[in-house]
Nanobody, 123 residues
Framework: QLQASGGGYVQAGGSLILSCVAS???????MGWFRQALGKEREFVAV????????YLADSVKGRFTISEDRAKKTVDLQMSSLKPEDTATYYC???????????????????WGQGTLVTVSS
């Protein structure tokens, strides 16, 4: 239902773009990205509403990451810049047709998950 691409290895201060393609069934409601570092819980990064086009970002990435959508292609991109070592994690694309605004940052509210893609930021 979700196919993620991008990621890789980059030095601190560098940039990467993650992209996620959704099936028609998954391209509803909210769609975006979570991440999980080794030994830590999965955390919210950014999501976008297919209905309103409004983007929501975690405080830790505001000003550095941008999330955008292409409705025709059913893709959501996460443009990451000024990357820091603490951004190192496996990033997961997620989609939910049922999540509401108040649960947009909650992993359990998401029905579809893509395979993870590793982002490594060296210091």
């Amino acid at each position: 239902q979700l196919q993620a691409s991008g990621g890789g290895y980059v030095q601190a201060g560098g940039s990467l773009i993650l992209s996620c393609v959704a099936s028609r069934r998954a391209a509803r409601g909210f769609m975006g990205w979570f991440r999980q570092a080794l030994g830590k819980e999965r955390e919210f990064v950014a999501v976008i509403s297919w209905n309103s086009g409004r983007a929501y970002l975690a405080d830790s990435v505001k000003g550095r990451f941008t999330i955008s959508e292409d409705r025709a292609k059913k893709t959501v991109d996460l443009q990451m810049s000024s990357l820091k070592p603490e951004d190192t994690a496996t990033y997961y694309c997620a989609a939910s047709a049922t999540a509401i605004l108040s649960s947009r940052a909650t992993p359990s509210a998401y029905d579809y998950w893509g395979q993870g893609t590793l982002v490594t930021v060296s210091s």
